[in-house]
């Protein structure tokens, strides 16, 4: 690059090199930092660092890899960053920044000759990086009290295979035992430290949150909070009635469904209290067995937190969970906006969706109905009053559908589109869920596939397509969860 009388970038001001660079993404001032050490002094200027997006991976090559440069990024800028944003997947992961695009689909259980004992060695040497990582950056933000947004995902899935969904077996690790101990009181030494943190959420870390965590948290901290996330379906409650009344100034808040109790929700409707805005639940069905539903709110409850909450809504992730005991957990007066349904075997029927649409037709926005079983149901008896015609009949804000793993007939296809127009702005439908009648294929003249995508779109008022590809609806739906209760948190 030249300037007037022919001076070269390297003559311009420090200040404007760095506010130049702040335009750059994360990955590119790295790579922009190896030019020159004129170049490299500039990019390190903190005020370019006060918000660190990373996900990083301690698979089974990649790790050794992502691990320094995780401990140059945190040395450097953990002490006074802002805004830390980090995803922790165990396997086939990398460093790089976060960006808004779905993840790849779900991690399938391992299959094959590799997925005997002799890859358990692998599992335990990637759970063995997963500490260490989460140690390097508990150890460089613990003191940090400028820090404002913490978010942290650590993907389990790889846990999964060994059944390490908690801490119990950390035995069977190098240091196992020591370095979860070591995480905990770091977590807890950070949130003692903390200062002004609005937003905090962290999403099946292994071990790393206990029931005694937040009993730390600074007096300080608990009067700024806006939004609090604590999930991990394996443990018990993460939030005691005592630390939630300390959060009065919470607008979103998002916990697993079970640890919803009754007294909870009676803090949550105090008039004391900020009214709350946003409040994401997951409801695992592998769970119940462990956290039954007993206990949970009320009718009564919902009714009373709602009156305080006026603008609540509630998003609802079910995973795996059977009808009789969504029927348990779909109270008339929960507001809720967003419902996703998700499961590899279990079926929705549609007296389900019969309620749904009954009870949510003000509120529900966002419906997604994902089977990941190569057996198609079919969710009417009686073609004529499809259970997702009449939703789209009934709910009257609903902007978002996206089905997969159930039969959809084409002619309800085209009367959804219809019915919704182009306020539905998203209709995602995976091709092989699409079937259509044969008695209406003789009546009809072409190709009946072309003739939905026709039909579909002139409805909708817009282009439109089945998806192709199933795994682009079939996301590894706990980091889906992740990721949209941070968007529908926000009000986005």
């Not at 899935?157 to 101990?181: A, F, P, R, T, Y």
Request: hydrophobic residues 40%.
């Amino acid at each position: 690059m030249a300037l007037c009388g022919g001076v070269g970038a390297m003559a311009l001001p420090s200040e404007l090199i760095v506010h130049i660079f702040s335009f750059l993404s994360d990955r590119d001032k790295l790579r922009a930092s190896a030019v020159c050490s004129r170049w490299r002094e500039c990019l390190f200027y903190p005020a370019l660092w006060t918000e660190l997006k990373l996900r990083i991976g301690g698979g089974f090559s990649s790790g050794s890899e992502d691990t320094p440069k995780l401990e140059f990024l945190m040395r450097k800028f953990g002490s006074f960053v802002r805004e830390l944003r980090l995803e922790l997947a165990p396997v086939e992961g990398y460093l790089s920044p976060l960006s808004n695009e779905t993840t790849s689909g779900r991690m399938d259980q391992p299959s094959g000759p590799d997925s005997g004992p002799q890859l358990s060695e692998g599992w335990r040497d990637a759970v063995g990086m997963y500490l260490d990582q989460v140690l390097c950056v508990f150890t460089s933000i613990r003191n940090n009290r400028n820090l404002q947004k913490l978010s942290l995902y650590g993907d389990t899935c790889v846990l999964q295979q060994e059944g390490l969904l908690d801490s119990s077996n950390l035995h069977h690790i190098h240091h196992g035992d020591k370095k979860i101990n070591e995480v905990q009181q770091l977590f807890m030494e950070l949130l003692s430290n903390s200062r002004q943190l609005r937003w905090l959420s962290c999403s099946f870390m292994l071990g790393l949150v206990t029931p005694c965590s937040l009993a730390c948290l600074s007096n300080a901290s608990a009067g700024t909070l806006q939004h609090l996330s604590l999930l991990d379906h394996q443990l018990g409650p993460l939030i005691s009635p005592s630390e939630l009344d300390r959060l009065s100034n919470l607008h979103s808040l998002a916990l697993d469904f079970s640890d919803l109790t009754s007294e909870l929700c009676g803090l949550l409707a105090s008039p004391r209290r900020t009214p709350l805005h946003r409040l994401s639940l997951l409801l695992n069905g592998a769970a119940l067995e462990f956290k039954p539903l007993e206990g949970t709110a009320t009718e009564d409850d919902w009714k009373a937190l709602v009156r305080v909450s006026a603008n609540l809504r509630v998003y609802i992730m079910a995973l795996e969970v059977a009808s009789s005991e969504l029927l348990r957990v779909l109270k008339p007066s929960l507001p809720l906006e967003r419902l996703h349904l998700d499961s590899y075997s279990t079926l929705v029927t549609d007296a389900t969706l019969e309620l749904i649409s009954q009870q949510y037709n003000k509120t529900l926005t966002h419906f997604l109905l994902l089977r990941d079983d190569p057996d198609f149901s079919d969710l009417s008896g009686n073609r004529n009053e499809d259970p997702l015609v009449l939703m789209a009949w009934r709910c009257t804000q609903l902007a978002v559908l996206v089905i997969h793993g159930y039969t959809v007939w084409s002619h309800n296809l085209v009367a959804i589109s219809r019915l919704r127009g182009s306020s539905l702005r998203v209709l995602t439908v995976s091709e092989e869920s699409i079937d259509f009648d044969p008695d209406q294929a003789v009546c009809m003249e072409g190709d009946p596939v072309h003739n939905l995508v026709k039909e579909v779109s002139l409805g909708l008022g817009r282009v439109w397509h089945p998806c192709l590809d199933s795994s682009l609806v079939l996301c590894e739906p706990t980091q889906h969860f992740h990721h949209e209760l941070h968007a529908f948190s926000k009000g986005m």
